[in-house]
């Protein structure tokens, strides 16, 4: 009890590390809030035992020096996507070409020393293509992935894909590989999340989406390199390139490994929905960026991707992973996509009800057709009642705490004063800025493999209603996330 009233007085609202924001939480909470430390600063491989055989066949964990990116483009549309490379290539890490059908006019005072090398791709009249209203280059570009295999580099392991308007999360997309042995054969990436581009003749629900990008192990890319043209012939009745590539590859009888990171992003307007709710792996591209809203408001497309970057860059397995928690005092549920944004809602929520992603976006095919706004994932209808709305705040800075040798990342949400509903609480609505404190997420590779979400816990202490101080954890063995009545 001393203790307690030692502490209940301080006020520790610089960025400290979570234990002291722990105990400076009341004595209500004290001894839970504790143990939660006690299980957050756990060596966490102590639970796992690891033997030395598990590695032997990874001798060396993937870095992004192992990896060859090809990247679709054409002469006409560099120039303008561009930007969108020049956001996450890093040329001092990365190898690969950008593939052109034509050498571009030189740009005077254009910096591309930040982009990577341009390659012109090898003519490829000779191939037949016959899909109606489709587009040719579909057969340069599928032959990016023989092209770059051809420019031999050495010291690959895995060769990845993307159009010239995928953004990748670098970091994300090697952590994600190293899952995988590169010597055998792998073909890793992730379909269409909407059904009907799935869902016929000319695609599968088997296929890498080009745009969401895709890897293949080395030695994969070798054998399909050769062969690759013999494949081209048999199919020119084909829309795109990745189906091309995935036609090939069903010829050599290998199936594509889904990595529910890689995204596609068939689907236009407001993508709040998609983020808010991603599953529980990490995020390695998004496309189609032009097709939809700017990611955060009062932002361009492009100062949206280079906010959510910057988060990523501090904390990348962490960037847009859910987390839910309940605010038992004042009955409101919290879901936070780390690095994006916090909703809150007035109430209990259940977590399984926020996984489900809000329909907040349009639909990709603007046809009139039947089923075309139909997902891959369970989505639910945004509430027709503002009031059973969340309101929400938006990623607006990120800091790290470099004291401790296990630095906190604070992060700031701030909310962009559009709700709709009247009745929400003053509470709520007194609220101008949430902070998230959260140690890097570092998860080992069998960690990956069976993924656990976090927990969060509304921190008691505050300096004023205006702010609200919330702290990602781990959980504790059986703990459950509900509100506790
Ligand atoms: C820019 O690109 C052109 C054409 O690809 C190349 O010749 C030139 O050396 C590049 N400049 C820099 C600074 O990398
Ligand atoms: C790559 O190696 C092959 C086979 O040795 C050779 O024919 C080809 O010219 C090389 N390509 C480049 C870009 O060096
Ligand atoms: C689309 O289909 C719906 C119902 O099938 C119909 O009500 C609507 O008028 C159609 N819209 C267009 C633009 O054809």
Redesign the pocket.
């Known amino acids: 009890m001393v203790v307690c009233q030692l502490i209940s007085g301080s006020k520790t609202q610089t960025l400290a590390p979570l234990k002291i924001i722990f105990l400076a939480s009341s004595c209500l909470s004290l001894v839970y809030l504790f143990v939660s430390v006690l299980v957050t600063q756990a060596p966490i491989f102590d639970n796992i035992w690891l033997t030395k055989s598990d590695y032997a066949d990874i001798s060396f964990e993937t870095t992004i020096n192992h990896v060859v990116f090809g990247i679709a483009s054409a002469s006409k549309s560099w120039e303008k996507r561009k930007e969108y490379v020049r956001l996450w290539w890093k040329p001092e890490q990365m190898r690969g070409c950008v593939f052109l059908d034509a ?2 006019p ?1 740009q005077q005072n ?4 930040s ?1 990577p ?2 390659c012109v791709s090898e003519d490829t009249s000779r191939f037949r293509y016959s899909f109606r209203g489709g587009d040719r280059s579909a057969i340069r570009v599928a032959r990016v992935l023989m092209e770059t295999v051809n420019l031999n580099h050495t010291n690959v392991r895995w060769f990845v894909f993307g159009d010239d308007d995928t953004v990748f999360f670098a970091e994300n997309l090697v952590k994600t590989l190293s899952k995988y042995d590169h010597k055998l054969w792998y073909y890793i990436g992730s379909i269409s999340e909407t059904f009907i581009q799935n869902d016929n003749d000319l695609s599968s629900f088997e296929m890498a989406y080009g745009g969401g990008g895709f890897a293949v192990s080395y030695s994969l890319a070798k054998v399909l390199a050769k062969v690759l043209d013999s494949c081209l012939d048999r199919y020119p009745h084909l829309y795109g390139s990745d189906a091309r590539i995935y036609s090939c590859l069903a010829e050599l009888g290998v199936a594509l490994t889904h990595e529910v990171g890689f995204h596609q992003v068939d689907l236009r307007g407001n993508l709040f929905g998609l983020l808010a709710s991603h599953p529980l792996a990490p995020l390695i591209s998004l496309h189609h960026l032009d097709k939809a809203d700017p990611i955060f408001p009062k932002k361009t497309r492009h100062q949206a991707v280079a906010h959510l970057l910057k988060a990523a860059a501090l904390d990348p397995l962490r960037v847009v992973q859910q987390t839910i928690c309940y605010d038992h005092m004042f009955s409101r549920t919290i879901s936070i996509s780390w690095g994006h944004a916090v909703q809150i809602f007035e109430g209990n929520v259940l977590v399984r009800d926020l996984l489900q992603v809000r329909n907040t976006f349009k639909q990709w095919r603007k046809e009139n057709m039947s089923n075309t706004d139909l997902y891959m994932f369970n989505t639910r209808q945004v509430d027709s009642d503002p009031c059973k709305r969340p309101t929400i705040f938006f990623l607006d800075s990120l800091s790290k705490n470099l004291n401790t040798n296990d630095p906190v990342i604070k992060s700031i949400y701030k909310s962009n004063g559009v709700g709709n509903c009247l009745e929400t609480k003053d509470l709520t609505k007194k609220l101008q800025e949430i902070r998230v404190f959260a140690h890097r997420l570092d998860l080992h590779i069998k960690q990956l493999e069976a993924r656990r979400r976090q927990c969060c816990d509304v921190l008691p202490f505050s300096s004023d209603d205006k702010v609200l101080n919330i702290a990602i954890r781990e959980c504790g063995e059986d703990e459950l996330a509900y509100m506790h009545q």
């Open positions: 050498m571009p030189l254009d910096a591309n020393a982009l090398h341009v």
